[in-house]
Structure formats: structure tokens, C-alpha cells
């Protein structure tokens, strides 16, 4: 029984790598009517690539054992406010490739992870949602930098819906492959798809 989709599905990991691709930095809706707090939930929430970055460490966590799965539940918005942090107070603008690199090597490392069923120890995943967050966090940051946001607003924003899509992501996942074993072949495949379109997206930002 194969685990991994990825040749049987060649359009949809194409349209997901196309879907990946980071695009010039503009806060979607950041600074307009919704106000900055609503910026900051619809730049992350409307992001194909962040809700990916999400789906893809909730494919990883069903991977592994409840107990190791939870710590990432504390490291990931710990990671989203660092994130956040170094966009404002560190180097900004200058580290917007960085920030696209990041997300794409984290989705293809998280979803190949999944798709070899690689089980972690617990710190490990803990650490790698850690850093998944920082990326977000900075990225999101990033893009805010040119709208002269109120940051503690659109920062609240960012991490509150960070934090509620991740952490669902980790429960369901978690739940469903504790349910039914055929489940984990389920999110093998859907990993494989990420591992794919992420490894994809890297490469082009990287060779850019």
C-alpha cells in the first residue's frame, strides 16, 4: 500500500506549489475599514502559504504520540510573537526573501516528515513549531512594516489567529489519527503533497 501521492496527483501538487509562490509583501486589508486588528487575522488567515505552513505541522503532529504532540501547542505562538518581534524591532524589509524561504522549507520539511510517518521526540516537534511560528510571525510582520500599523492591534491579531489554526490543525489531527488508523495513511498522502509543493516553492525562492 503506497503512503505517498504525489505521482498520481501531479496537477494538484502544481497548483499548490503555484499557490505557494510568495508574492510582493501588502497586508491584505491591513489599515482599512476592518481596522488593524482584523488585518492581522486576514493577513494569516488568507494566506495560502501560512495556512499551509499550519496544515502541514498538523499533518506532522498526527504523526506522533498525543503527549508529544501538546508541547507544540505552547512553542508554536511563543514562535509567532518572537516572529513578530524581530519584524518590528530587528532587520525588517532586508529579511523578506528569508521570510518566503522559511515558510516554503518548513512546509516541505513538515509534510515530507508526515509522509515518511517520521515519529520525534517531543522537543523536537516542539522546536520545529517553535521555529514555524517565528516565520510566520516575521513574515506577517514584514508585510505589515509599509502600512503603518497600530502593532499591538495587528499584532494581537496575527498571533490570536495563528495560535487558534495551529492549534486546531494539531488537535484534529492528533484526534482523528488516535480514532481511526486509516486516517495516518490519509495524512501521509496529504503530507506528501505539501513535502512536494513546499520542496517545490523553496527551490524557486532560493534560486531567484
Known amino acids: 500500500m503506497r503512503a505517498c501521492g504525489t505521482g498520481r496527483y501531479p496537477l494538484a501538487v502544481a497548483i499548490g506549489a503555484l499557490l505557494l509562490v ?34 502541514a ?22 514562535g509567532l510573537l518572537l516572529g513578530l518581534l524581530l519584524a518590528v524591532l530587528g532587520p525588517g ?3 523578506t526573501s ?10 516541505g520539511l513538515a509534510g ?18 517553535g521555529v ?28 490570536i489567529v495563528g495560535t487558534f489554526l495551529g492549534t486546531m490543525a494539531i488537535a484534529i489531527s492528533t484526534a482523528l489519527a488516535a480514532w481511526r488508523s486509516e486516517v495516518r495513511l490519509g495524512q501521509r498522502v496529504i503530507g506528501s503533497w505539501f513535502g512536494a509543493a513546499g520542496t517545490i516553492v523553496f527551490a524557486l525562492v532560493v534560486s531567484v
Open 22 to 55: 510568495p508574492t510582493p509583501a501588502a497586508a491584505h486589508l491591513v489599515g482599512v475599514e476592518f481596522g488593524d486588528f482584523y488585518g492581522g487575522v486576514l493577513h494569516l488567515a488568507t494566506a495560502p502559504a501560512d495556512v499551509s505552513l499550519l496544515l
Open 57 to 78: 505541522l498538523g499533518a506532522l503532529a498526527g504523526m506522533q504520540r498525543p503527549e508529544s504532540a501538546r508541547w507544540s501547542l505552547a512553542t508554536l505562538p511563543l
Open 93 to 95: 524589509m532586508a529579511l
Open 98 to 107: 528569508e521570510a518566503a524561504a522559511g515558510t516554503a522549507l518548513c512546509i
Open 112 to 129: 515530507l516528515a508526515a509522509a515518511a510517518a517520521v515519529r520525534m521526540p517531543g522537543a523536537l516537534l516542539a522546536a520545529f513549531a
Open 132 to 159: 514555524a511560528g517565528a516565520i510566520l510571525g516575521l513574515s506577517n510582520g514584514i508585510a505589515a512594516i509599509p502600512a503603518r500599523v497600530d502593532w499591538i492591534l495587528y499584532g494581537g491579531g496575527v498571533l
